[in-house]
């Protein structure tokens, strides 16, 4: 997938994008989060949504916090949101976990957010989807993606603004 054409030095509003925002993309808003405090960032904000109703309210997925802790990642608080059209002004890049993710964001903050909406491995050297670990049961194997995507990401932040 093509990323958005944006100017990444004037990108300081991150939201990551998962089906249920129980396991991806709060899994990558606390990496991410941590990433960047160790680059003394923090003027940059992050936070995750879902796209679904399914598990709004709900707590991180407890495989998933503890493969966070695993590698002594922070945990951040945290309940089940869905994305929603304010969003759309309250955000500079949406990074979905998967192709899915995208179609379905439009669907529930509006077709706007397209352009400003990419999968966070398209930042990668090798664009794909990041397996959903509730079916798969892999979060490992999530953990490594995530790792992939939100360090590309980072150094991308970094480039753009002159650190």
Known sequence: MDLPTLDWSKITRLMFVCHGNICRSPMAECLMAHLLLQKNMTHISIASC????EELGNPIYPPAREELLRHNIPLRPHRARQACPADLDQYDLFLCAESINIHN???????????????????????RDIADPWWTGDFTLTWCDLQEGCHALLEKLLQAHNR
């Open 105 to 127: 964001l439009a669907r529930a903050a509006g077709p706007a957010a397209l352009d400003k909406t990419c999968r966070l491995l398209d930042l990668t050297n090798h664009p």
């Open 50 to 53: 879902a796209t679904s109703t």
